[in-house]
């Protein structure tokens, strides 16, 4: 685990423009299991989540159409949390970063870290903002 005030600025980015954060396995269970869509950012320290995941999030985000819940849960932080939400997108295997999106409790995006690393924020965003248009 990392120390709170390390990460606290990297939660922060996303949680500030809209996303809740979820701390435990059940609170992940309520959110992808509810019914609507839910679009699910496992953050992280790494560089590729400061320079192209959380931004690329943030601008799927503010699209017109965007999913009914935004939330993350924190690789290295809250580990039940975290093993619960990559329980749900399987057979993907558990990377981060990562984005998921699910529509009525099914995942029917998804974005690995190989898909974000060496790759623009606004490439990842198009990605995820063409899922939203077709499943929001």
Do not use: W
Not at 36 to 52: D, R
Not at 71 to 91: I, N, Q, S, W
Not at 104 to 114: F, P, S, T, Y
């Amino acid at each position: 685990m990392y120390p709170e005030y390390l990460v606290e600025p990297m939660r922060a980015e996303l949680t500030t423009v809209g996303f809740e954060e979820l701390k435990t396995a059940e609170a992940v269970d309520s959110a992808i299991t509810s019914e609507g869509t839910v679009f699910v950012v496992v953050n992280s320290v790494c560089g590729c989540a400061a320079a192209n995941a959380r931004p690329a999030a943030k601008l799927a985000a503010a699209n017109e159409k965007h999913p009914t819940k935004l939330v993350t849960v924190f690789a290295g932080m809250e580990k039940e949390a975290v093993d619960r939400a990559r329980g749900y997108m399987l057979p993907f295997p558990p990377s981060s970063p990562s984005m998921a999106l699910f529509k009525d409790g099914k995942l029917v995006h998804m974005i690995e870290r190989h898909q974000i690393e060496g790759r623009p924020a606004q490439m990842i965003a198009d990605s995820l903002i063409g899922a939203f248009e077709q499943y929001c």
